[in-house]
């Protein structure tokens, strides 16, 4: 089955630092992974997407991440934090192989920035 | 352009009684998925609708149902609420026939809090 992990619950990053948020997936068939962020009190925004194109994937507000297949890896960063990005971020899986069509979300960090 | 809506923002109830939400999907979109975030946790995801008819469902007892309308909204109806119910109800739309790689875009979702 597949599954999601997000290494960190909370992260705490300085105004201006750099921003790396973990997830690792367990697939057997590199799935469809995506990034989402969540502010307060709101629904779940799409940041980036990762369909089997370029393992580097660019998103909106900066955001970019690498799948990385031999370490099973999509880790989200960002270059310089601003104190707009504290919000939290979810990975998501959606299985490829088994053309099923749900999301499977990881725990969730939440990123704090730090003035 | 609608994104998607979902009403209504909050709602109280006790414990024994039903309750139906609803979720408009974003236009031209005419998949829609609902999942369940209990505080400080990923979405878990209840069921997907596509073409009228449930496709595929989560781990949620019977007691979750829902139902797809032509204009492609939606409902979510819970019978027999639980204290366990309280969470936020998100309602995710997509297109292309909701295939995997096809990113869901979420509304803001409904609390439900059970008293």
């Known amino acids: 089955a597949q599954s999601v992990t997000q290494l960190g619950s909370h992260v705490s990053v300085s105004e201006g630092a750099l921003v790396l948020l973990r997830c690792n997936y367990s697939?057997?068939?590199?799935?469809?992974l995506f990034w989402y962020v969540q502010y307060p009190n709101q629904g779940l925004q799409l940041l980036l997407k990762y369909t089997s194109a370029a393992t580097l994937v660019k998103g909106i507000n900066g955001f970019e991440a690498e799948f990385k297949k031999s370490e099973t890896s999509f880790h989200l960063t960002k270059p310089s934090a601003h104190m707009s990005d504290a919000a939290e971020y979810f990975c998501a899986v959606s299985d490829r192989a088994s053309g099923t069509y749900k999301y499977i979300f990881g725990t969730g960090t939440r990123l704090k920035v730090l003035a | 352009d609608a994104g998607v809506t979902q009403s209504p923002t909050h709602l109280i109830k006790t414990r024994g009684q039903q309750v139906t939400l609803r979720c408009s999907p974003k236009s031209g979109h005419d998949t829609v998925s609902w999942y369940q975030q209990a505080l400080g946790q990923g979405p878990q995801f209840i069921f997907q609708y596509y073409e009228e008819e449930e496709r595929q469902r989560g781990n949620f007892p019977d007691r979750f149902s829902g139902h797809q309308f032509p204009n492609y909204s939606s409902e979510l109806n819970v019978n027999a609420l639980l204290l366990g119910d309280s969470a936020l109800y998100l309602c995710?739309?997509?297109?292309?026939?909701?295939?995997?790689?096809?990113?869901?875009?979420f509304g803001d979702g409904t609390r439900l809090s059970i008293l």
């Open positions: 995710a739309s997509s297109s292309g026939r909701g295939t995997a790689n096809q990113p869901q875009h």
């Open positions: 697939s057997s068939v590199p799935p469809y």
